[in-house]
C-alpha cells in the first residue's frame, strides 16, 4: 500500500491515495469496476483540491459583457459564477447566484442582438444571421457558402466589441442565454461518484460546490481538473489496473466517424461556434473538403479570440474555418505562453491506453482526442466525458429525487 509519507504527490493524487486505502479494503468478491464505484462512493467531493487562487473569480450580475469577458480572458478561464447583487448578505446559494456565463453564451446572445451587414457586401449579414440561427433550408444554406463567407471581414467583430450594446449591457441582461442547462451544485458532503456521473453521464461540463453554511460556491470541479486527478494517479494500483487497457478493451471510441459533428474548411467559422453550442459540444474538427482527414480543430475555447482579439481577422476577406484555424496559429504565434493552443489536431490510433491517452489529454490540456488510422483517417473521437463514464457507472436508483430541487432554466432561455 502507498502512504503519503513515502509517496509525496500533488493535492490531486492525493485523492488517488485515499482510492488507494480504500481499495484494499473493499470486499473481495466486488468486480474491479464495483470496487472503484464503491471507493468514490466512500470520498466527499470537498476533498477536491482548491483551483488555484487566481482562479477563484466570481462575476456580479451587473458586470456589463465587456468587463466581464476582460475578465474572463484575465484569469484565463472560459466561465465563471454569476451572483446577484440584489440578493441578500445572508442569503442561500441556489437565491445568490444566478448561473455559470461562458465566452460563447455571451457570443451567442451578441450575435443574437446584433445581426449588422458588413459594409463590402450587402449580403455578409445573410452568412451571420444563417451561421447564428442554424437555418437549414436549401436557399438558407446557400448563405451559409463560401461566397457569403468571404465578404464579412474582420471589421464586423471590431466594430461589435466596440458597440454600445456590448459596453452597457450587463450579465443579468442576457441570463436566459448562458443559462442554457439547469443550475445544479454540489455540498460539500457529496460523494465522489455523484460529481463524476454528473460530469459524465449527466453530461455537465462543470460542477460548483457549495459551502451551504456560507452559502457560497467553494469549487468548481471541471472534466479538466478531473482529467489531471487521474493523471497524477499513475503508478498507483487502482489506476494502473484499469488505465493499462487499451481503448477497445472499455468500449472507447463511443463516437464513431460518421456520427462526428463537423465543419468542413470552407464553410464560416461562425457555423462551427453555433453547432457547438446547439450541439452542447466542446470542439469540433474541421474537414478538408470531399476527404476524410481533419486539417484542424475548433473548440469553445477559440471563441474568446472573437471578442478578445478581433484584430487577427484585419487582413482577411474571409472568415472561413480554414481561415479562422490559419489566423488563430498565426495570433497565437505573436503572443506565445497567453493562450492555450486548441486548434491543433492531437490524435490517438486504437492501441492507445487509457493511461496513454489521459496523460496525452491533461499534457496538451485539451478536451478532445481524434482517433485516427495510419492514413490520418478519422475513426471516431474521444472527449474527457467519454472517459470518465468509462470510470465508474450508476447503481440503478441512485440520484432517487436528487434532482427535484434543481433550479430549471429560466423561462426567457434561447439558445
Known sequence: MVTMEESPRSPEAKVGLRVEDLWDVQEPQLSPDEKLNACFESIPVSAFPLPPSNQEIEIKSDTTLAEAVKMLAQHNILSAPVVDVDAPEDASWIDRYIGIVEFAGIVVWILHQSEPTSPRSPSSGSAIAAAVDGIT????HEALGL????????NFFEDLTSSQL?????VRDISGSFRWAPFLALERSNSFLTMLLLLSKYKMKSVPVVDLGAGRIQNIITQ??????????????????????KLSQVGLPIVAPNHIIKVYEDEPVLQAFKLMRKKRIGGLPVMERG????IGNISLQDVQFLLTAPEIYHDYRSITAKDFLTAVRSYLEKHEGTFTMSSELITCNKDCTIKELIQLLDHEKIHRVYVVDNDGNLEGLITLRDIISRLVHEPRGYFGDFFDGVLPMPPNSRV
Open 137 to 140: 433550408s436549401a436557399f438558407e
Open 147 to 154: 461566397e457569403s463567407a468571404m465578404t464579412t471581414s474582420g
Open 166 to 170: 456590448y459596453k452597457n449591457t450587463k
Open 224 to 245: 479538466s481538473s478531473v482529467i489531471h486527478m487521474l493523471a497524477e494517479c499513475a503508478g498507483l494500483q487502482w489506476f494502473e489496473s484499469w488505465g493499462t487497457k
Open 291 to 294: 476527404g476524410s482527414r481533419a
